[in-house]
């Protein structure tokens, strides 16, 4: 069972993550990206935080629940869309194709997520270990994206980016099958 408190500093750390989402725009709009990569990489050390506190000392609560990934997905649609829109001088932009597809199987997974709630219970439907490593990749990717544009261009960029985005693309695709048998199973029993 999970505590009532609503305002545990887990909360906290995810509401400030959450308020960060317009600096961050802002910074990526209008190409001060070591500022975007120093808010992205604040994000991400809270987002670890908010898990290893509420874990810890029994902060957690069904607020923090709803509010992390909705956190985490904001922060990962606001950077998708704006890499692969705002690409005047950029050196690793996100490729439209590969922001479409983060983005639509987001949308797809949290709208049967939504929809399944008085079917599903929350543990047939807990991120699996290729969502994660999906996850991890994106943020890894747009990290790497960030530094890539505030460096400038350089040699070795030019091969390892497309590549990275790839690699995104390929285990959302994956992942989003995954999720869709992982549901389409639990829908049937």
């Known amino acids: 069972m999970r505590p009532s408190r609503s305002l545990t500093l887990p909360n906290v750390l995810t509401l400030l ?7 961050f725009a802002i910074a990526v709009w209008y190409g001060h990206y070591w500022q975007a990569f120093i808010i992205f990489a604040a994000a991400g050390i809270t987002d670890l935080l908010d898990g290893f506190i509420a874990r810890a000392f029994n902060q957690r609560s069904d607020l923090g629940a709803m509010m992390d990934p909705a956190a985490d ?3 990962m649609t606001t950077a998708f869309i704006l890499m692969a829109w705002r690409t005047d001088g ?3 932009p996100i490729p439209v194709w590969v ?5 639509s199987r987001d949308l797809v997974i949290s709208f049967y997520a939504f929809a399944s709630v008085d079917r599903l219970s929350t543990s047939r439907f807990q991120p ?3 969502g994660k490593l999906s996850t991890a990749t994106q943020l890894v990717a747009v990290s790497l994206g960030l530094c890539f544009n505030a460096l400038g261009p350089h040699p070795w960029m ?4 497309p590549a990275m985005y790839y690699l995104v693309a390929a285990l959302v695709l994956a ?3 995954h999720y869709f048998l992982r549901a389409t199973h639990a829908h049937a029993r």
């Open 17 to 23: 993550r959450i308020l960060a989402v317009p600096f």
């Open 73 to 75: 997905k904001l922060l």
């Open 90 to 92: 950029m050196t690793a």
């Open 99 to 103: 922001a479409i597809l983060a983005i």
């Open 128 to 130: 699996s270990l290729l």
């Open 158 to 161: 030019a091969r390892l980016h």
């Open 175 to 177: 992942s989003g099958i």
